[in-house]
């Protein structure tokens, strides 16, 4: 299994730009994430989903667009980049398990710079 | 008020010795606790996760109060290698985690 992939692994944005994070995972799990890490602010919920067709938002949505469409599939949709969004991307899946400890696993981040 | 609040360090600690640090959450209903590890740069990794009793793997030792809402992680023996930025995590609902802003080991020789 390749776990969590994210696409790009780098980006560099004009702002106004509009760009697709891609994230797929193999591993069949139900719910998927995504956040923004930035120094000193730990990792923020931008959007999660708990199966295909149903998204909700997080801490911090506003900005971004998500959808889901397929369980393998999370993309995440920036409308018009804006410098604030500079930032680590990291897309996040997790099932449940029969204990419930249903840990989340990562995929390698993608790193956003808007000029 | 963070709903997930760690202590940022750096812990600075000696080759072999002991280190332990806290993460506090406000969500009295969050229903599972893990610790992950992040190296610089990188994706975070589960290192374990909290069970009610408390749970050891190897060096590690993790304990949930529920009733002080707090979750632990001790190191023991610290090794080079454990030089990283731990992060606690709160699962609050449905596929919804909360995590904290980390706290930053530095183990020397």
Known sequence: NAGVTQTPKFQVLKTGQSMTLQ????????????YRQDP????RLIHYSVGAGITDQGE????????RSTTEDF?????SAAPSQTSVYFCASSRTGTSGLNEQFFGPGTRLTVL | RKEVEQDPGPFNVPEGATVAFNCTYSNSASQ?????????RKEPKLLMSVYSSGNEDGRFTAQLNRASQYISLLIRDSKLSDSATYLCAVKEGWGKF??????QVVVTP
């Open chain 1, 23 to 34: 994230c797929a995972q193999d591993m069949n799990h139900e719910y998927m994430s995504w």
């Open chain 1, 40 to 43: 000193g602010m730990g990792l």
């Open chain 1, 60 to 67: 911090v949505p506003n900005g971004y667009n998500v959808s």
């Open chain 1, 75 to 79: 993309p995440l949709r920036l409308l």
């Open chain 2, 32 to 40: 599972s606790f893990f610790w992950y590890r992040q190296d610089c």
């Open chain 2, 98 to 103: 909360q995590f904290g802003a980390g706290t």
